[in-house]
């Protein structure tokens, strides 16, 4: 009898031979039975299903004696994220010695695995893997499905064992796992290449790529790795873009009005100006708005303050993206070309940054989209943003950004809130903090200390902030006192606190005790020996600078 059962050891159905259905063990494994050791004692389903792993139950190691003279085999069945969403029982007589039954069970639950796998992976890429290539069309690879951007999506129990010693974990990248480039592998693996892959231990696999829903996901994959680089003369200054969106908060009331109102604006074809200060996430929330509007197409970002103007003008003239003959393009031409026909969104950085000539040729660009000149019948970019850290309004006062040109990309315009100026500051600190270190935890009132602050530099400094706090820190929880360390940041004036401002001999003494504070990485007691005073003297002198 071969019998399957569900995660909780209920019998779903069973195939059996009439000789052992008519004995008293085959009239008691029935569907609806439940198979669990509290309820049956000791059995191949309930072992199994309590240890995990594969169990033989044989004659009397059953604990009811009417079981007796079978012979039981079980095996797990493990989903994509190692959790076991079934079983598979062959059960015989005792007589009938089964030698080699455990390792058919087996391999019919890896067979159910592997086909479990594909059908929930079905729009990412499944890498197969094998440390022999002639293994890889064999029930024995092990499989690990990534997005089309090389985040891992789930992993199968023959690539945990494989990959052993290497964390698997849901938030773990290609690169975290093989010192390979996934963006140079891509292509490769879509036409059905077989590559050699090296993890992080040293090890060597073979690996192809298979594909529940290839004709979609292969179409998707081509467009996602379009030129990954630019490859000649870019110097880097433009690249295929797709940040990864963990950790991103954006639950600010206000700000996502503003993306609502951007996202809307985009839909019906208008350009949109994101303005900002340095690290206030000018590049994630343009990323965002791609996400919310059309997120198969690939996104594209220009550092304008990054890129030549003659560079950038070969790049966006009309040669460059309708080219007369492609075999004249250059591979960065091409690039380019290739983007603008597939769809995309196309992303500027600091335009502020602009020299006046490029302004007049974007204003022809767009013009040029708004026609549908560029491109022919094809697919152009669907958006198009622009975001500067410098006020557009000071930048056109002062000349560097021409009216016109504003005028002509001002489709919709906003200006992202300052870290202390926003709703969720606390969700913020939290989910940096995770990213940095997980063991450690902010309590209230640091967090409330570190609202009071300024930070010019917002997220970004935010973040250095709590790396320093984690580095000097002595416990898992963050308290006020972590935050004398944040008196020394590299390249800061050390300030007086609030109460010593403006009173000159008191504002020299509170910078030496702040000074000391951060060498000594926050410890209160060394500080106040070191000076002859009081812990509680220290203290007074942490106030928000």
Not at 125 to 141: A, G, K
Not at 246 to 253: K, R, S, Y
Not at 458 to 474: E, T
Request: aromatic share 6%; glycine share 8%; proline share 3%.
């Amino acid at each position: 009898m071969v019998a399957f059962a569900d995660a909780d050891g209920v019998l779903l159905d069973t195939i059996s031979d009439p000789d052992f259905q008519s004995t008293s063990t085959g009239r008691t494994i029935v569907p609806g039975t439940v198979w669990k050791e509290e309820l049956r004692g000791t059995n191949a389903l309930g072992l199994c299903l309590a240890t995990r792993k594969p169990a033989k139950v044989i004659g009397q190691e059953h604990f009811f004696c009417e079981h007796g003279r079978v012979s039981c085999l079980a095996a797990p069945i493990f989903d994509s994220q190692n959790r076991v969403v079934g079983l598979i029982d062959a059960s015989s007589d005792i007589t009938a010695r089964q030698h080699h039954t455990l390792a058919l069970v087996k391999l019919a639950a890896t067979n159910i695995e592997n086909r479990l796998f594909l059908e929930d992976h079905r729009n990412s890429i499944t890498l197969v893997f094998h440390p022999r290539e002639e293994y890889l069309n064999t029930m024995s690879v092990g499989m690990l499905a990534f997005d089309l951007d090389g985040n891992l999506r789930g992993s199968n129990s023959q690539a945990i064992s494989m990959l052993n010693g290497i964390s698997l974990a849901s938030d773990c990248l290609f690169q975290d796992i093989f010192r390979n480039s996934f963006s140079d592998l891509i292509d490769r693996l879509i036409r059905g290449r077989v590559v050699q892959l090296e993890d992080w231990l040293g090890s060597t696999v073979f690996a192809a790529a298979s594909f529940s829903n290839q004709s979609d996901l292969v179409a998707r994959a081509r467009r996602r790795t379009l030129g990954i680089s630019f490859g000649n003369g870019a110097g880097g200054a433009v690249a295929a873009q797709s940040p990864k969106r963990q950790g991103l908060v954006m639950e600010d009331q206000l700000l996502q009005r503003q993306i609502t109102l951007a996202c809307n604006a985009a839909k019906v074809g208008l350009p949109i100006v994101i303005e900002g200060q340095s690290g206030t996430g000018k590049k994630s929330t343009a990323h965002e708005i791609h996400i919310r509007t059309h997120p198969e197409a690939p996104f594209l970002s220009v550092d304008c303050g990054a890129i030549s103007a003659s560079y950038f003008e070969s790049l966006l003239s009309l040669g460059a993206l309708v080219p007369e003959k492609p075999d004249d393009r250059q591979i960065s031409h091409e690039f380019f070309h290739d983007f603008m026909t597939s769809g995309g969104t196309l992303h500027f950085g600091e335009i502020a940054e602009l020299p006046r000539d490029v302004q007049n040729l974007l204003v022809r660009f767009l013009d040029m989209l708004g026609d549908g000149r560029m491109g022919g019948d094809r697919a152009t970019a669907k958006v198009v943003l622009f975001s500067s850290g410098q006020p557009i309004e000071s930048a056109v006062s002062s000349g560097t950004l021409s009216r016109d040109f504003v005028r002509r990309i001002s489709g919709y315009r906003f200006e992202l809130p300052k870290l202390e100026e926003r709703s969720d500051f606390a969700k913020i600190c939290q989910t940096l903090l995770a990213g940095i270190s997980p063991d450690h935890v902010l309590s209230k009132s640091v967090i409330d200390q570190l609202r009071k602050r300024t930070w010019p530099g917002n997220i970004r400094d935010l973040k250095r902030a709590l790396q320093l706090m984690v580095a000097n820190a002595r416990h898992t929880v963050l308290r006020r006192g972590d935050l004398s360390c944040l008196q020394t940041i590299p390249g800061e004036d050390i300030s007086a606190c609030p109460k010593c401002a403006g009173k000159a001999l008191r504002e020299a003494r509170c910078r030496k005790i702040r000074r000391l504070l951060g060498e000594s990485g926050g410890n209160i007691s060394l500080v106040a020996r070191q000076l002859g005073i009081s812990r509680t003297t220290v203290y007074a002198h942490l106030g928000s600078s």
